[in-house]
């Protein structure tokens, strides 16, 4: 049984920074493609945020800001969000799949083969 579960979403101000932390258990990290972090706020698409597998992509709203990582020994991935904006504010989701998919083919979460709840990040402005 495969579990993923995201940390680290909360309130901050515009400007700050945050962490999310994304723990996969079940099945080796290693041997998903694919690992990326979604986005969705109220009333609008999901957003692919940022995804890694023999490269790195980002949406271009947050080029320059976030950066995504992985760990493959402790089984974890990783979001760091500095300089955040109200725009941000949406509820994250840690996705993981074991063939690749480019972010325009992998779009929502349906499209990878696990998720987890999301966390929920809130930017003051």
């Known amino acids: 049984q495969v579990h993923v579960v995201e940390s680290g979403g909360g309130l901050v101000q515009a400007g700050g920074s945050l962490s999310l932390a994304c723990a996969v258990s079940?099945?080796?990290?290693?041997?998903?493609?694919?690992v990326g972090w979604l986005r969705q706020a109220p009333g609008l698409d999901g957003e692919v945020v940022a995804t890694m597998s023999h490269s790195r992509y980002y949406a271009d709203s947050v080029v320059g800001r976030f950066t995504i990582s992985r760990d493959n020994a402790l089984n974890m991935v990783y979001l760091q969000m500095n300089k955040v904006k109200p725009e941000d504010t949406a509820v994250y989701y840690c996705v993981v799949r074991t063939a690749d998919c480019s972010a325009y083919n992998c779009r929502l979460r349906e499209d990878y083969d696990y998720w987890g709840q999301g966390t929920q990040v809130t930017v003051s402005s």
């Open positions: 079940g099945r080796a990290l290693i041997d998903y493609a694919i």
